[in-house]
């Protein structure tokens, strides 16, 4: 079992698919865990040449507790520029919810990050 295993077990489902674990912190009431989208565009922008222009403000979500530990999720969502019109754009979340074998628990989650 490698490191991407058991994360997924920690994490809602199917999040590894599109965000990575970059740090995590420990607190005597806490733990977060930061998390970057993947340099990946959305398919449906496939035609269109877009460049990544960094990142929303991250957002912080309560998940699950851990081990008797509140835990964060500390979510940035990646953002890319389509050069063709110039217009900013990024993953619609609701479309990857329909199409791709996220589960309801990790659509929801997105949904509830893209509200902020």
Known sequence: MNLNDVLSLLLPGGMLDYFSVIKTETNK????????????????????????????????IQDFPLRGKACYLNVRR??????????????????????????????????AINRF
Do not use: C
């Open 29 to 60: 009431d806490y733990y977060t865990i930061y998390l970057e989208e993947h340099n990946a565009p959305p398919s449906e922008y496939s035609a269109s040449k877009l460049v990544s222009k960094g990142f929303y403000e991250a957002v912080t």
């Open 78 to 111: 990646r953002r890319w520029t389509n050069e063709d019109t110039g217009d900013i754009v990024s993953r619609d979340w609701d479309l990857v919810a329909k199409g791709t074998r996220m589960t309801q628990e990790f659509a929801s989650f997105l949904k």
